[in-house]
T-cell receptor, first 112, second 113 residues
């Protein structure tokens, strides 16, 4: 069955530092991959998605992710963290049309 | 733009009571989903629907029921509420194309006491 694994339930970085949130997927066929962000007491909103084509995907708020088939990874990065980036981030996979499966989430904290 | 609308936002239920969580979308999406979110567990799929009259179980369907009589609405029914159903529930919808994302409602925070 398709699934995603997010390494690290909590990541803390200093303001201005690199953000790296890890996501690995399990699938024999590359799926469609998504990163969502959830701010406190809100629903999820899409940050970016990989479908086909360019493996480096740019999203909103300066985030980007690189699809690496050889590593079955889709890690999320941002060069310089901002206080407003504090939130929970979810990686998700959609291989078949019907189901979207989410990882367990990574809470990102930003230190002043 | 309304998007995906969930009601109510908060609810406290007593053990054994039942209730229906409402979800409506105005984007003409074929697919709709119900997830529950528990701390540290991510989102678990409860039920999903690929169109009016068609529903299927997700990862954690026990204790829940759904129906889909229209494209717009996808209510989630809790029968005989249990403390284990204390959670935040999210409804989402999407187009059927595999390369499209889901759009989420704001969630319903349910406490069973």
């Amino acid at each position: 069955a398709q699934s995603v694994t997010q390494l690290g339930s909590h990541v803390s970085v200093s303001e201005g530092a690199l953000v790296l949130l890890r996501c690995n997927y399990s699938s024999s066929v590359p799926p469609y991959l998504f990163w969502y962000v959830q701010y406190p007491n809100q629903g999820l909103q899409l940050l970016l998605k990989y479908t086909t084509g360019a493996t480096l995907v740019k999203g909103i708020n300066g985030f980007e992710a690189e699809f690496k088939k050889s590593e079955t990874s889709f890690h999320l990065t941002k060069p310089s963290a901002h206080m407003s980036d504090a939130a929970e981030y979810f990686c998700a996979v959609r291989k078949f049309a019907s189901k979207i499966i989410f990882g367990s989430g990574t809470r990102l904290s930003i230190r002043p | 733009n309304a998007g995906v609308t969930q009601t109510p936002k908060f609810r406290i239920l007593k053990i054994g009571q039942s209730m229906t969580l409402q979800c409506a979308q105005d984007m003409n999406h074929n697919y709709m989903y119900w997830y529950r979110q528990d701390p540290g567990m991510g989102l678990k799929l409860i039920y999903y629907s690929v169109g009016a009259g068609i529903t299927d179980k997700g990862e954690v369907p026990n204790g829940y029921n759904v129906s889909r009589s229209t494209t717009e609405d996808f209510p989630l029914r809790l029968e005989l509420a249990a403390p284990s159903q204390t959670s935040v529930y999210f409804c989402a919808s999407s187009y059927q194309d595999t390369n499209t994302e889901a759009f989420f409602g704001q969630g319903t925070r349910l406490t069973v006491v």
